[in-house]
């Protein structure tokens, strides 16, 4: 079965070939590709940007696919939604990872993003994946979709997973790659953990952060990058409103944690070959987030070897924002 | 092979008064949601918990932190 799909891009009728030949398959694809497909043993969502082997590009009619490894002990597709999602975690194998993919602009996605730190098993049992979106330009007039391709349903409003196992000998371990880094300027923090803000503490002090951001003009394609113990974790802006001194974030900002700007990237192609050089193995899985593409002008360029789709979300462990997710499966004992 | 559970260093390492930073965010997620927590609740029962949590954690992924393990017990 190997060699009938490696973790690229693929066409429709491929998929469909590889889906009835029994592979476990986690699956990228335009609403529109993954309606196609048979029912066997796949999850996927929407998404129609990838960083293909020849480099970014938009497609309407290939399926990104990545296959569960043949080393693995076994793979299950659950659904779950913001009533027992944190049932993700336990559902998990004791040893393995879980693919997930959840819909963008969603109650599940909100509830994720706010609160899988607390829930058991978090950290211990890997869990990665992406956002689904749709086509740019459909932003707010079409919906992203995961499907469960087990059962055959797709969902709007829920997120799919595949829990897979892993045998004694593998291990499932996450990584990130941030090209971007604090500007080690204000720091900036935060009350309560949410999407969208007014207040926040700027220095110690009270201050109104969407009026600070436009007091300082500042490039809001950078992120707000938090302090976690020394890992540089993004929160992207979607939305400074000045009428109503509203900050809106494509994730969660959360109390307790050091934010900074970001210090500017010229060039993003770069900027992550930079990063990848010292990658020592090839990974599982990887993805890339669609800020990345669009403000980085990504298209028909390169983020070193590695391919993937391109999303509006990416998860390693949390949500995750303008960050590449890698998955290595690596050998142990 | 990981020191037990009432070694003093892990009451140091949940408490935030021995700082270990990594180059893997897997490991500093853990020790900045350990933190989290801390500043959260400091009773006893929340610094046990959060002891049994890590020393899960790193005796399940001793092989992917070992560095991180040494600093830690250094």
Known sequence: M?????????SISEV??????????????????LSQLPRGKWVGGSICYFMADEGGLMSEDRIFVTRVPEFALGAEAVDYGPENLAQLYLDAPANGFTFVVMPAATEVLKTFAERAPEFEGFLMRPVVGWVAGVRADLIGKDSPVVVNGQTGAIFEDRCVALHVSLPDNKMADLDIVNIFE????????????????????????????ADFLSAREVR?????????????????????????????????????????????????????????????????????????????????????????????????????????????????? | MLPAVDHPVWVRLVTGKKPVQSGKATFNMLIHSNQMSYERDQSPENVKD???????FLTKYESLFTNEIAKIFE
């Open chain 1, 182 to 209: 604090s500007h080690g300027g204000d720091v900036i923090r935060f009350e309560k953990a949410g999407f969208d803000v007014t207040g926040c503490m700027i220095n110690g002090r009270p201050a109104n952060l």
């Open chain 1, 16 to 33: 469909q070939a590889a889906i009835a030949a029994g592979e476990s398959l986690f699956l990228a694809g335009s609403r529109e590709a």
């Open chain 2, 50 to 56: 959060l002891i049994t949590k890590s020393h899960s």
């Open chain 1, 220 to 333: 809001t394609e950078f992120p707000l990058v938090g302090d976690y113990n020394g890992s540089s974790i993004n929160v992207s802006f979607q939305k400074v409103d000045e009428v109503a001194h509203k900050v809106e974030f494509y994730a969660p900002v959360f109390p307790g944690v050091n934010y900074r700007l970001a210090k500017p990237v010229v060039d993003y192609e770069r900027a992550f070959a930079r990063e990848i050089a010292a990658s020592d193995q090839e990974p599982a899985f990887a993805c890339n987030c669609i800020l990345n593409y669009l403000y980085g002008g990504l298209e028909g360029k390169k983020t070193g070897h590695i391919t993937g789709p391109i999303t509006f979300g990416e998860i390693a462990h949390q949500l995750l924002n303008q960050t590449m997710v890698r998955l290595y499966l690596r050998d142990v004992g």
């Open chain 1, 2 to 10: 190997s060699a009938t799909v490696r973790a690229t891009l693929h």
